[in-house]
């Protein structure tokens, strides 16, 4: 697990061999194949278990290659790629004849962005074309957010993985469409609707519409530990993690303001009141607290707001894979 200039060299001619390559970008850490050959993209479907009919984002190094992937780009793409390429924000677009029925899941649409982090430009850049990468996670799992979570994930499953150290942003992509009538979000991310809309000119519609696209991503069962985890308001917390030792359970709580308690079956995480900060170690904390072993995690529900609404969304998922 490296990160040298060879290594990046090494990736790229695995991935011009078909083979799978796990990368750092600035949001999770990706499991690659290139986008071209349909063999290669259906090893990733076998290596995280996914149903074969989930679409995949297409990573570019840049925002000139758009026109390769995509038709019909309205002119909003071009500025969005403008104001946050390379970053956190993918763009549904029509997509280009050419592109693989197994990037897209046989949909008319085609997700595409550019990675912030210098190993994966680095990657792509030495590659040439598009890598279509989902989470490298088992499908349903938390996303990973270091170079050894990836490890854990998929383990031999993965020719090679690139490591750039822990992820800045922390969780996945805001994901945009802009392949309907009016530009929709359909996965809220860290980037957030002011910084979009401000671009756009007006504010994009959030939510999910009956024709949406498939986005896996918003599944309910998303991003579950193996724990069973309940979110709640920051001030039922300690009630709740008293009544759950009294009834003999073992209880992990993740909060900013952990219980003024302390027990012997209580393990408390600290979390940060800082939406970025908490993004940026969501995942790890998650993982952490699963590995305890213990019967239930609290979290403490995130305050409202929109510099919140990506980590809050993860967060619900979570809870609502562990009923
Ligand atoms: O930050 C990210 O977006 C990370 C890093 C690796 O780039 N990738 C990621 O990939 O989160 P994945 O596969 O775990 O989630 C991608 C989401 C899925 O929910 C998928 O359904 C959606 O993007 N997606 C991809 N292509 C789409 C399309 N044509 N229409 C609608 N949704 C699409
Ligand atoms: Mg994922």
Not at 29 to 49: H, M, R, S
Not at 276 to 296: H, I, K, M
Request: net charge neutral; with cysteine; glycine share 10%.
């Amino acid at each position: 697990m490296t990160g040298q200039p060879a290594d990046v060299s090494r990736a790229a001619e695995l991935l011009r061999a078909g083979e799978l390559v796990a990368f750092p970008t600035e949001t999770v850490y990706g499991l690659g194949a290139d986008a071209g050959n349909p063999a290669a993209v259906a090893k990733i479907f076998a290596a995280k278990g996914r149903p074969a009919d989930h679409p995949l984002i297409v990573h570019l190094p840049h925002s000139s290659h758009l026109e390769r992937w995509a038709v019909d780009i309205p002119a909003a793409a071009g500025k969005l790629a403008a104001a946050f390429w390379p970053g956190p924000l993918t763009l549904i677009l029509k997509r280009h004849p050419a592109v693989p029925d197994a990037v897209t899941g046989g949909q008319d649409t085609v997700g595409l962005r550019v990675p912030d982090h210098p190993l994966a430009l680095q990657l792509l850049r030495e590659f040439g074309g598009g890598v279509a990468a989902p989470s490298a996670n088992r499908f349903g799992r938390i996303s990973p957010t270091t170079a050894a979570h990836v490890r854990e994930e998929l383990g031999e499953s993965v020719a090679l993985i690139l490591d750039g150290g822990p992820c800045a942003v922390g969780i996945e992509s805001t994901i945009l469409d802009l392949s309907g009538s009016e530009p929709r979000i359909l996965r809220p991310g860290m980037l957030d609707e002011t910084s979009i809309g401000a671009v756009l000119g007006h504010a994009p519609a959030s939510g999910g519409r009956q024709d949406a696209p498939r986005v896996s991503g918003s599944l309910e069962v998303h991003y579950a530990p193996r724990t069973p985890l309940r979110l709640l308001a920051a001030a039922e917390l300690a009630a709740t993690a008293r009544e759950a030792l009294a009834a003999g359970r073992r209880i992990a709580v993740l909060s900013a303001q952990p219980p003024a308690f302390s027990h012997a079956n209580l393990v408390c995480y600290p979390a940060s009141s800082e939406p970025a900060r908490f993004a940026r170690e969501l995942y790890a904390s998650l993982r952490a607290l699963d590995a305890l072993g213990c019967d239930l995690i609290l979290v403490a529900a995130p305050p409202a707001g929109e510099a919140w609404r990506g980590v809050a969304d993860r967060l619900r998922r979570a809870a609502a894979g562990s009923k």
